[in-house]
């Protein structure tokens, strides 16, 4: 039926629905259901007119037709603002915005028709005035109120964007209200600029490069800037020397008090404070301006994790030598942070004698800007240019840090000189001789280029209008000594002096880390003991425990390249025992499987991250690491082949070793690790030359300064030990064995060979004798026999029977001596001594008899006893006996790795 | 023998009042071949069986024993076991013999006997017996030429405690009573009718040694070195587990009194406000709470037997290895000469 009706009417309606749909199409879009009502009234209204207008559609051009539309509109809102209808006004206005899109567009023109603007006048009144009459507020239905607060949230955004057409429109018709309504308005606009559009203009911020100051692209705030500038230029450039203390000192106290604040540009407010600073009239008001420019500038940065604008950084650098340079040329100022200045200290001019204080900290902005610098690193890509680029900035901080702390010194604050110090001391301290050769080549050609540009931009900048003119005291270009040792002493020193714990801990570890990339390796494991840093890196920050770990990891890298294997083991195991260096070191982040890390962990990890270009090579370390791990784990198993699980040097390597050995196949080596692990296997056989072919493939060793001296140093102890690890593995099959066979095997020389077999002889590793005139080692067949051996068992369960018999007494009396834990590791010791000892541990000796005979009582016991002897004859062996024994050792042994880790660096050289 | 039987049954019931203590077991020579008889030829087998005698005053005399047959591991033929005890002593009864139970005796392997077991044994055997003691043999050790045979029987202190069931360390301070005192040995006395006495010397060649003086210089003393080692580790083991049983104790404790503790702070806290606000103050113990509950001391028991045993261990090896060392200095001075 119903379709039968529609096809009916189908025809009739026809010319309406077109009608209609044209309407739609001219503005009912946006109309939202809930105002269905209106709109019906609306268009219908709209089609009157439409229909009434449809036969002079051709004469009309299509832009007076657009016009009328607009006009109708305009008439509508007029009615709905008497019966004050703010339902049916919201969607007019809605309207009447799609058909200002249009008129645009037919007109061509960049210029809003004045009927629009003027319809926006009219609407702002009304509303200011419905807002100002709370009365009729108060009676309004709920639609209503709620289309009028609606309203005036969309009109206020749409107004900003014809604010200089409606203040025109203002300015003739009513100029007396001009003033008021202009505040009004530059408020609200500026309130309500949306996020979007603040990032976009930040963004284009980013990209505008060098003069942000004078040509701005983006429309809105440029608008309002220009007009503020204005503003200022009238206030202050009409008349020159009418401009006094107080004028400037009012202006720069309310642009301050606007800091922070919603709709505070913040790049308008560098603007204006640099502004201000051309127009201090005294030497201290310009630094304090200079100060709030800093801060200022450094709120452009747009978060947490973001870096500041390189462009804004380097105008804050520009603006600290400034600040040093008024300091210098004015002693009697003194920038402080401690005591809330005086009101008008500002006011004493440049002839003042007493002292002036300023606030301010020196230190925090340096030390601030250096963040900054750090952060841009950590978020740049180092693979482009941009990274180049911006490591080319580091000179420029190392003048200023330089002059900071010249100036400390002068002024005598040594503490805050220690912490700049400490600061240059990290810029510093990662760098080998080359690198830092080409920093100071980099400094010297690049200052002198680039400090006549920026003495002229600053000099445009800072024109002709700049009241006190501060004239370039400071050292635009760093002093750097010949060698970045002597550097480092000078600044070391000082903070060793007068620098706080923290401080010190740093420099200590920066120190340590230069000493060992300059091969000292004694020097640096001295500083590290006699610090005692190992001791208490636990509670310091996270970064401090980084830079520890950095350190540890050089030394290692040092030990090794110093050829003192055990102690570069003893330094890198640590590092990889957990499986996470990346992270230890801040070198990226490690994907844990069975740990979900939360975002803010995430980010926080992100944040410590060390930039490109500080990163210790984790090929290279790794290598080196497994190397030293080879080298001393293949004669240890060799020498406790019996016993495989006992005296485990290195776990991580056993690991490594054990999943190769597993693999079916092993394929040609690809990465570190595989060539290690294919150097393990020919050492094992004793094939030194095929084992330090594998490891000289690698193509890390091309990273290091010295490598034809490390290699050969590699290839003597990798000769070494295949010889201990062929004596260990093969002195049961000989009784006698020839010196000259193995200088043969080997290719040692006599001397060599005879010093590592009588070592080991002293050791008690090789149970041999020399004999002098037939140059032969002697073996002596050394086997426990089955009741040395058990003792040896009985002494082990008795230590830790003892050990735990003290942890008893320990609990008991509340925790306590001081001597026990040394006994203990007394007691670990002579236990790993009689292991170690006979160079063969007697593995769990099968207790065959014993437990057969007392298996055997038991069912024996069972029988033939009267009534009482017959209950309960369970014998001890039933008893269910857990090897807490076994489990004990093995812990005891990772103590006894924990204990020896540090040591380790204390030993003697071994090999 | 019979003489002196009467008169030990005149003193009996002279002296029945008077507690004496224990001091000597005098043992018939014939029970003491049957208990070596016996030993031996089950060993490695651990035997028992019952002595039987009579109890004179400070005197246990052991005049006969009988051994219980080896059964198998089915408890059921228990019955069976009892049955033959009782059928025994009623037939021994019959041709008159001593049928006193005075003890038992049973073999052993390098001196592990001391166990729960045997002190349970005893302690039944004490309900019916007022003194009787367990003779032990050691099949092992007299094939080094010693006669390896031991009268134990359980200390009244330990017998009283075992009574309490309470082994707890403060106990056993009060008692002063350490490992030592669990076990007392008894000295044996063997003593054989004037008749056989008079035989044996009869029989007793004319060569000033004997097979066991032979036995006494064997050098080979290793496999029994090793075995009691091997022992020792396993009381060691056994030591240990005892040990965090007592740790694992302590720490429990510890934290319960820490629990305790907070507890009775908040409940004094509680009752503070309860004063001030006028209420009567609720009691500081509250035994329903389970924080409150008495955690049960471990037994020290066990661990005193290891120690025992232990201990036995070593004077074994003690021995022995003395006894060894002596041997090679004889031998040394005989290549000497």
Redesign the interface.
């Given at each position: 039926m119903a379709s039968k009706f529609w096809t009916q009417g189908g025809s009739d309606t026809e010319e309406e629905e077109t009608d209609i749909e044209d309407e739609i199409e001219n503005g009912g879009a946006g109309e939202t259901t809930a105002a269905a009502a209106g709109s019906r009234y609306l268009q219908t209204n709209a089609s009157d007119s439409d229909d009434s207008d449809g036969q002079k559609r051709v004469v009309r051009s299509a832009k007076d037709k657009r016009f009328e539309e607009m006009a109708s509109t305009v008439d509508q809102m007029k009615n709905a603002m008497k019966i004050n209808d703010w339902v049916s006004l919201q969607e007019s206005f809605d309207k009447i915005n799609k058909q200002l899109e249009k008129v645009m567009r037919v007109t061509e023109s960049d210029r809003v028709p004045n009927l629009y603007i003027k319809c926006l006048v009219m609407l702002e009144d009304f509303l200011a005035e419905a807002l100002a009459n709370k009365e009729a507020k108060k009676k309004m239905s709920s639609s209503n109120h709620k289309a009028l607060n609606a309203m005036k949230q969309k009109l206020k955004k749409n107004n900003k964007q014809y604010e200089e057409l409606i203040n025109k429109y203002r300015e003739n018709p009513e100029s007396e209200e001009e003033k008021f309504e202009d505040e009004d308005e530059d408020e609200s606009g500026s309130e309500l600029e949306d996020p979007s559009q603040i990032a976009a203009e930040s963004s284009d911020e980013d990209d505008e490069g060098e003069d942000m100051d004078d040509d701005d692209a983006d429309g809105a705030w440029e608008k309002k800037l220009s007009k503020k500038e204005k503003l200022m230029d009238r206030e202050f450039k009409k008349d020159p020397s009418e401009i006094t203390w107080d004028t400037v000192n009012k202006k720069f106290k309310e642009v301050v008090a606007a800091r922070g604040r919603k709709g505070t540009g913040k790049f308008e407010q560098v603007e204006q404070l640099t502004f201000l600073t051309k127009v201090a009239k005294t030497p201290a008001q310009k630094l304090e301006i200079l100060f709030s420019v800093i801060s200022a500038q450094f709120d452009v940065n747009p978060g947490l994790s973001g870096h500041m604008p390189i462009n804004v950084w380097k105008k804050c650098v520009q603006n600290m030598l400034v600040i040093l340079d008024i300091l210098v040329q004015y002693p009697n100022i003194v920038v402080d942070d401690m005591v809330e200045p005086d009101e008008n200290e500002t006011q004493k001019g440049a002839d003042y004698d007493g002292t002036i204080r300023v606030w301010g900290n020196l230190v925090a902005f340096l030390e601030r800007i250096d963040n900054e610098f750090f952060k841009s690193l950590q978020c740049i890509d180092p693979h482009t240019r941009e990274y180049v680029e911006r490591l080319r900035d580091e000179p420029l901080f190392l003048v200023l840090a330089q002059n900071v702390q010249e100036y400390l010194e002068r002024i005598g604050d040594l503490k805050s000189a220690a912490k700049v110090a400490l600061r240059r001391v990290e810029l510093v301290y990662y760098k080998p001789q080359e690198v830092y050769d080409a920093m100071r080549k980099l400094a010297e050609l690049s200052e002198d280029g680039e400090k006549d540009g920026d003495e002229t931009k600053v000099e445009e900048t800072r024109g002709t209008s700049a009241f006190v003119v501060t004239p370039e005291l400071v050292s635009r270009k760093p002093t750097f000594p010949e060698n970045s040792r002597a550097l480092m002493d000078i600044l070391v020193t000082l903070i060793y002096k007068s620098g706080d714990e923290r401080t010190k801990a740093r420099a200590m570890l920066c120190d340590i880390y230069h000493h060992a990339l300059f091969d000292e390796f004694s020097i640096a494991r001295d500083l590290l003991l006699m610090s005692h840093l190992q001791d208490n890196i636990q509670h310091m920050d996270v970064s401090t425990q980084i830079l520890f770990n950095r350190a540890m990891a050089q030394v290692g890298l040092c030990a090794f390249r110093v050829g003192l294997i055990a102690e570069g083991h003893g330094c890198l195991s640590e590092l990889y025992s957990g499986g996470r260096v990346k992270e230890l070191l801040a070198q990226g982040v490690s994907q844990s499987r069975y740990h979900e890390k939360t975002p803010e962990q995430e980010r926080l990890e992100r944040r410590r991250q060390m930039p490109y270009h500080m990163h210790i090579n984790l090929e290279l370390l790794e290598a080196v690491h497994l190397i030293c791990a080879m080298l001393l784990e293949v004669p240890n198993m060799a020498a406790n082949s019996l016993d495989a699980k006992r005296k485990v040097i290195s776990k991580t390597f056993r690991r490594l070793l054990e999943v190769s050995e597993r693999q079916p196949f092993t394929g040609p080596p690809e990465n570190v690790r595989d060539h290690v692990m294919a150097a393990t296997r020919a050492l094992c056989k004793g094939d030194s030359q095929k084992a330090f072919d594998i490891i000289n493939s690698l193509d890390v060793w091309k990273l290091l300064r010295n490598r034809e001296s490390v290699l050969e140093m590699l290839k003597a102890k990798i000769k070494e030990e295949a010889l201990r690890t062929y004596l260990f593995t093969y002195c049961s099959s000989y009784d006698t064995l020839g010196l000259d066979q193995l200088t043969r095997m080997f290719d040692l020389s006599d001397a060599q060979i005879h010093s590592i077999v009588s070592k080991m002889l002293v050791n008690e590793e090789l149970h041999a004798s020399w004999d002098q005139p037939t140059r032969c080692i002697i073996f002596h067949d050394v086997e426990y026999s089955r009741l040395q051996a058990l003792a040896f068992q009985l002494t082990e369960k008795l230590s830790i029977l003892a050990e735990s018999n003290e942890r008893a007494v320990e609990a008991r009396t509340g925790g306590g001596g001081l001597d026990l834990p040394l006994r203990r590791r007394d007691n670990q010791e002579y236990a790993a001594g009689t292991a170690g000892g006979g160079g063969g541990r007697w593995p769990d000796l099968s207790y065959g008899q014993g437990r057969q005979g007392s298996s055997g009582r038991a069912a024996y016991t069972g029988g033939g006893r009267p009534l009482a002897l017959g209950q309960a004859s369970r014998d001890r062996s039933g008893q269910s006996r857990g090897y807490s024994g076994r489990a004990g050792s093995g812990m005891r042994g990772s103590q006894m790795d924990a204990s020896a880790r540090m040591v380790s660096l204390n030993r003697g050289v071994r090999g | 023998m019979a003489n002196s039987m009467a008169k030990s049954f005149l003193q009996v019931a002279a002296t029945e009042e008077v507690v004496s203590p224990l001091r000597v077991v005098q043992i018939e020579g014939l029970v003491i071949l049957k208990i070596i008889k016996h030993c031996k030829e089950?060993s490695?087998?651990?035997?028992?069986g019952?002595l039987l005698g009579l109890d004179v005053g400070i005197v246990l005399e052991v005049t006969n024993c009988f051994?219980?047959?080896?059964?198998?591991?089915d408890?059921e033929i228990?019955a069976d076991?009892?049955n033959y005890?009782l059928e025994m002593m009623r037939c021994l009864r019959e041709v008159n013999v001593d049928n006193n139970t005075v003890g038992?005796y049973q073999s052993t392997?390098l001196g592990?006997y001391q166990?729960v077991?045997l002190i349970?044994?005893f302690m039944?055997?004490q309900e019916n017996i007022r003194r009787c003691v367990c003779i032990i043999y050691d099949p092992s050790r007299s094939n080094q030429g010693v006669l390896a045979l031991k009268a134990l029987k359980l200390s009244d202190s330990f017998m009283e405690l075992y009574r309490a069931n309470s082994f707890t360390g403060e106990k056993l301070r009060e008692k002063n009573l350490s490992w030592m005192d669990i076990f007392e040995e008894i000295p044996i006395k063997v003593s054989n009718s004037a008749l056989i006495s008079a035989f044996m010397t009869e029989l007793e060649s004319d060569t000033p040694v004997t097979q066991c003086d032979y036995d006494r210089l064997q050098l080979s003393s290793?496999p029994y070195?090793?075995?009691n080692?091997?022992?020792?580790?396993?009381c060691?083991?056994?030591?240990?587990?005892e040990?965090?049983k007592?740790?694992f104790y302590?720490?429990s404790l510890?934290r319960q009194q820490a629990q305790q503790q907070a507890w009775l702070q908040k409940r004094r806290a509680d009752n503070m406000q309860r004063k001030a606000a006028g209420e009567d103050p609720l009691p500081e113990e509250d035994p329903s709470n389970p924080i409150f509950k008495p955690i049960p001391e471990p037994s020290r028991l066990e661990s005193f037997l290891i120690t025992n045993q232990i201990a036995n261990y070593c004077n074994q090896i003690n021995g022995v290895s003395g006894q060894s060392f002596n041997r090679l200095y004889l031998m040394k001075s005989l290549h000497d000469n």
């Open positions: - | 089950f490695p087998a651990l035997v028992t019952q051994p219980f047959p080896i059964r198998e591991e408890e228990e076991g009892a005890q038992w392997i592990s166990t077991e349970e044994t039944n055997y290793n070195m090793e075995r080692m091997e022992f020792l580790i396993e060691m083991d056994d030591l240990s587990v040990q965090q007592f740790q302590y720490r510890s």
